[in-house]
């Protein structure tokens, strides 16, 4: 799970820079920026974030699903159906 990348996924989307998200979020960019490359957001945290970015936290933990959270026997389908329900999550997203 990288809600990171997500996070970043949707930022960039949405034509937003880290100042101004961070902003939105009443943050640090400091603190999104370590977002991004990794570390975990807590909980209060990636709600304002969430907010900030007009997303439900279900859809970032979706957009934030990668390879090595499937178990192994799910990995084709994984690799067949993901790329998909990901672009429709970020469609939603972006609405």
């Known amino acids: ?3 990171g990348k997500a996070i970043k996924n949707v930022r960039k989307r949405k034509k ?3 100042e101004e998200l961070a902003r939105g979020a009443g943050i640090t ?3 999104l920026s370590q977002i991004e490359n990794g570390k975990r ?3 209060k945290t990636l709600n304002k974030i969430c907010t900030a970015l007009e997303i439900s936290e279900s ?3 979706v957009i934030g699903i990668e390879e090595e959270d499937v178990p192994k026997k799910n990995k084709v389908l994984y690799k067949k ?3 998909v329900i990901q672009d429709l999550v970020l469609q939603i997203a972006m609405e």
Request: proline content about 11%.
């Open 81 to 83: 159906l993901f790329p």
């Open 29 to 31: 960019q400091a603190a």
């Open 16 to 18: 937003l820079s880290q």
């Open 41 to 43: 957001p807590g909980t």
């Open 1 to 3: 799970m990288n809600l």
């Open 59 to 61: 859809l970032i933990y």
